[in-house]
Nanobody
Framework: VQLQASGGGLVQDGGSLRLSCAAS????????MAWFRQVPGKEREFVAG????????YYADSVKGRFTISRDNAKNTVYLQMNSLKPEDTAVYYC?????????????????WGQGTLVTVSS
């Protein structure tokens, strides 16, 4: 499974961005897609996850109510709509795929990773 993330960029405090993650290859072997983020010197942290089949979602408390994860099964693509962005949302965002049916929050629970896309929120 290959994951290609895109959509990062520079945005002002309070602005919006939409990230995309296109999956290819043996995507039928994965059940959950998620977004993580990482800033230099810190561990990669879970942001949001979604199940391919049911569309059920789970969010980190820090983004709940501001970010929305969704998927387009026909396009094998997952999106992360980010609204009301804050400077503390600045990070490299990674998409990940898991063969598990559980929306895990730990990086070890994911089997495939995209290359990351940088989101910078200026104050």
């Amino acid at each position: 499974v290959q994951l290609q993330a895109s959509g990062g960029g520079l945005v002002q405090d309070g602005g919006s961005l939409r990230l995309s993650c296109a999956a290819s290859g043996r995507t039928f072997s994965t059940y959950v897609m998620a977004w993580f983020r990482q800033v230099p010197g810190k561990e990669r942290e879970f942001v949001a996850g979604i199940r391919w089949n049911s569309g059920s979602t789970y969010y980190a408390d820090s983004v709940k109510g501001r970010f929305t994860i969704s998927r387009d099964n026909a396009k094998n693509t997952v999106y992360l709509q980010m609204n009301s962005l804050k400077p503390e949302d600045t990070a490299v965002y990674y998409c990940a795929a898991s063969r598990s049916m559980v929306i895990g929050i730990a990086t070890r629970q994911y089997d495939y990773w995209g290359q990351g896309t940088l989101v910078t929120v200026s104050s």
